[in-house]
């Protein structure tokens, strides 16, 4: 059966307009250099000297790549996952090289050959899309359940004692019709009360509405009008439960 944690797009690269992503980007980045620096070091000295020296030289084309991230968030977004990580690859190596040739302008001298800073940003990349990537799988189909739990939560109480009112005004004068919405109502919170997180059949949900309707009817009366153009529906079309 279809669910709801199937529903995770799985060819799109994440959001690097969300502040929240290039957060992560750059303490991934920092804690990277603090990697090499302490790999490099081999006394205190030494390794707040190799800090120094990769902050030095990482930060500032770090920071342009974010930027560049930042701004063409939405292009890349649009792109397949493959093209666009191939993309980002690329533009970072183009982006370091930039930076490495500007610090040598300015400054003069390097802490090393073009190829290691190149290496190190394809490294730290390639680290950075994989954990982007398995953070959004592990987070987008928690985020669905959260909503549809909220949903439910909401949907429960308001509902239930308008219904329990309506069907008693009507248990004397329209027993029959009391007995009907009492058997829509207990349709209706078997969904409710229920584990939610299979997907249903759209027809079914638009039984659901329509049992729903019906409900809101006894207390609305004529104020309530409804038009349904559901021929042209696809009715085994699977959607989570409630979306309606």
């Known amino acids: 059966m279809a669910s709801i944690r199937q529903n995770w797009t799985p060819d799109r690269l994440p959001d690097t307009g969300n502040v929240g992503v290039l957060a992560r980007i750059l303490i991934g ?25 990769i902050a030095s030289t990482g930060l500032p084309p770090l920071l342009l790549v974010l930027c560049v991230l930042a701004l063409g968030s939405r292009w890349l977004r649009s792109l397949p996952y493959r093209l666009g ?33 190149w290496l190190f940003t394809a490294i730290l990349a390639a680290l950075l899309l994989a954990y982007l990537d398995l953070h959004e799988r592990a987070l987008s189909p ?15 109480p308001h509902f239930l004692f308008n219904s329990i009112n309506a069907v008693l005004s009507l248990i004397r004068s329209e027993p029959k019709r009391a007995e009907t919405a009492l058997e829509d109502m207990a349709d209706l919170f078997r969904v409710l009360m229920a584990d ?6 759209l027809a079914r949900e638009i039984e659901l509405c329509r049992e729903y309707l019906d409900l809101e009817q006894l207390r609305l009366g004529d104020r309530l009008q409804v038009e349904w153009y559901v021929d042209k529906m696809p009715a085994d079309a699977m959607v989570p439960p409630l979306v309606l």
Not at 108 to 117: C, L, M, N, S
Not at 196 to 201: A, G, I, S, V, W
């Open 85 to 117: 990580a191939i993309v980002i690859l690329v533009g970072s190596l183009i982006l370091v090289s930039a930076g490495f040739v500007f610090e040598r302008a300015v400054f003069g001298g390097t802490a090393g050959p073009i190829e290691r800073y």
């Open 196 to 201: 939610n997180r299979e997907l249903t059949t």
């Open 142 to 156: 928690a985020l669905t359940e959260a909503r549809l739990q909220a949903l439910q939560a909401r949907i429960r």
């Open 29 to 53: 980045a920092c804690l990277f250099g603090l990697v090499i620096a302490v790999d490099r070091a081999r006394s205190l000295g030494g390794f707040l000297s190799e800090l120094t020296a």
